[in-house]
């Protein structure tokens, strides 16, 4: 089955720098990749998200990498701010749905 | 559209006690899919219901089932609840297989055993 690794378990930035947070797969089959960010005491949500047909996506201030062959996809933080402090969570997934497979999360601390 | 509801907020029990927990999901899911998070700690999947049935387990011990009903909510049973089962369960839904669609998460259940 999928296995996802999450590097690194915490980070922390000075406010207006930028965050980088990489995972790597094992299941060459997993084609949907997405990210998702859990601020202290609530949900998980989707921030952005990656399909393996795609090399690159962006959305404002984050974008994910994907490359297929070496199995890791990363997500950058530009410009950071204290609201972007929050534990994220990579995730892959096979073709057909089976279970999303998350990794540890990582835990982001922006200091003001 | 109404978001992934689950019921009760907050659970306290008593170890040995049963536990119920209840998830509806976004209208036109049909995917459920249920997750522990204990304190702290990252998102350890446990089960995921998809047009009624049971498509996967996690690694988790007999006495935590579920089933998916018609309507696809969902209910997760915790029996013989132990100490260590104290954690924010936090079920999911998605548009369904083979749609690699993102999950969309509740804002979970918190159990308590004591």
């Known amino acids: 089955g999928e296995n996802v690794e999450q590097h690194p378990s915490t980070l922390s930035v000075q406010e207006g720098d930028s965050a980088v947070i990489k995972c790597t797969y094992s299941d060459s089959a997993s084609n949907y990749f997405p990210w998702y960010k859990q601020e202290l005491g609530k949900r998980p949500q989707l921030i952005i998200d990656?399909?393996?047909?795609?090399g690159e996506k962006k959305d404002q201030r984050i974008a994910v990498t994907l490359n297929k062959t070496a199995k890791h996809f990363s997500l950058h933080i530009t410009e950071t701010q204290p609201e972007d402090s929050a534990v994220y969570f990579c995730a892959a997934t096979p073709p057909y749905g089976q279970n999303f497979v998350f990794g540890p999360g990582t835990r982001l601390s922006v200091l003001p | 559209e109404a978001g992934v509801t689950q019921s009760p907020t907050h659970l306290i029990k008593t170890r040995g006690q049963q536990a119920t927990l209840r998830c509806s999901p976004i209208s036109g899911h049909t995917s459920v899919y249920w997750y522990q998070q204990a304190l702290g700690l990252g998102l350890q999947f446990l089960l995921w219901?998809?047009?009624?049935?049971?498509?996967n387990r996690g690694n988790f011990p007999p006495r935590f089932s579920g089933r998916q009903f018609p309507n696809y909510s969902s209910e997760l049973n915790v029996n013989a609840l132990e100490l260590e089962d104290s954690a924010l369960y936090l079920c999911a839904s998605s548009r369904g297989r083979g749609e690699n669609s993102p999950l969309h998460f509740g804002n979970g259940t918190r159990l308590t055993v004591t």
């Open positions: 219901y998809d047009e009624g049935e049971e498509r």
């Open positions: 990656i399909r393996s047909n795609v």
